[in-house]
C-alpha cells in the first residue's frame, strides 16, 4: 500500500485530493494520509474552485493528518511520495527537499520556473535515486492519446497542419493571487499555454524557432494572451490561449485541429470527431477516465512496479518543453522571430 501526502490544496490540489479519493474507493493500492497547506482553512474541506469543477466535495477531511509544513509532514507521518500542487517557484525546492527527505515526488506542471531549476530537479533525481514526474497532463488524456496514435501509426498520412487554443476565466482563485505575478507563475505563457507547449514538443518535437505575439492585460502578470507560430518543416503550427475571457457562460475551453493528408480529426466543446476525407466523421471510441486520474494512477503503478515513471513521461522532455516557453517568451519581448539552436 503506498502511502502519499498531498502538497497543497489550491485548484489543482483539490482535483488530485479527487482523483486519490476515486483510486481508494476504487480499492486501488494508494492512500493519501496527509494534506499540506499554510491556508489553516483548508483543514475543513475548503477547496479551491477554479474555471472547470473538479473537486469531490463529499470527500471527509477527518481522514487525513493536516499540516502547514511539509517537511513537518514528512518526519511524522510514513510516506513513499509526495504529490506537489504548490504554486510554479515552489516546484523545484520543494520537490528537492522531498527527495533529499527519501521520497518520490509527483509534481504538477509546468515543471519549474525555469530550465535552470528543471536542471537542479533533474540532478537531485540522480543523486538520490528517487523517482520524479511532472504531470504534463495531456500527455495521459485519451482525446490526445488517439491523436498520437494516429501519428504513430501514419493512419491518415502526413500531418500538414496543427492549430491549439485554450482559454477561459482570468485565474483569480488562486492563493496570494500568484497566477498573476509573473515572478512566481509566468504568467499564461508559463502556466496555462504550457500544456500546448507541451502537446507540440511531444508530439512533433521542438520547433527549429518560434514566433510569439503576446499581450499584457494584467499589470506584473506576464502574457494574458498569446499566440505562437512553430516553424517545423512542410507543417503549419499554431497555439493560442486566453486566460482574460470573464464570462460565466464560457468557463475554460481547449480546442485542437490535426489537419492530415487523408483526415481531419477536431475537439471542440468537449467533443472529438474524426474527419476521414470524403467518408462518414465519427466520434472515436476512447477511455472516459480523466488525465489527470491517469496520470497519478500511472506514477503510483510506476513505484509498485519499480519502473521509472519516465517512459511516459521523461523529465529531459518536459526540461524541454520548458525551454521553448522560454523562447516564446523572449520572442514576445523582442517581437522577433526566435531560433531554437541545440
Known sequence: MLKVGLVGLGFM???????YKQLMDEGYPVKLVAICDVNEEK???KLTQGNIDVSDKSIDFTEFSFYTNMEEMIENEELDYVDICLPTYLHAPYAIKAMEK???????????ISTKAC????????KYNRYLMIGQTLRFFPSY???KKIIDDKTY??????????????????????LLDKERSGGCLLDQHIHDVDTINWLLGTPKAVYTNGKVYFDGSGYDMVSTNYIFDNKVVNAQDNWTINNDDFG????????FKKGTIILENGKLTDYPNNK???????????????????????ILDDVDPQLACPLESTMETIRIAEAEIVSADTNKINFLDK
Request: aromatic share 16%.
Open 157 to 178: 498520412g502526413e500531418l500538414n497542419e496543427v492549430a491549439l487554443f485554450r482559454g477561459g476565466t482570468t485565474p483569480l482563485w488562486s492563493w496570494d493571487n500568484w
Open 119 to 126: 536542471q537542479e530537479m533533474i540532478d537531485a533525481r540522480n
Open 280 to 302: 462518414k466523421s465519427f466520434a472515436p471510441q476512447i477511455d472516459e477516465r480523466s488525465g489527470y486520474y491517469l496520470e497519478i494512477k500511472h506514477f503510483a503503478q510506476s
Open 102 to 112: 527519501g521520497l518520490h515526488v509527483f509534481c504538477e506542471k509546468p515543471m519549474a
Open 252 to 259: 475554460f475551453e481547449m480546442r485542437f485541429r490535426f489537419s
Open 13 to 19: 490540489g483539490s482535483s488530485h485530493l479527487s482523483v
Open 43 to 45: 483543514r475543513t474541506g
Open 145 to 147: 492519446q488517439y491523436i
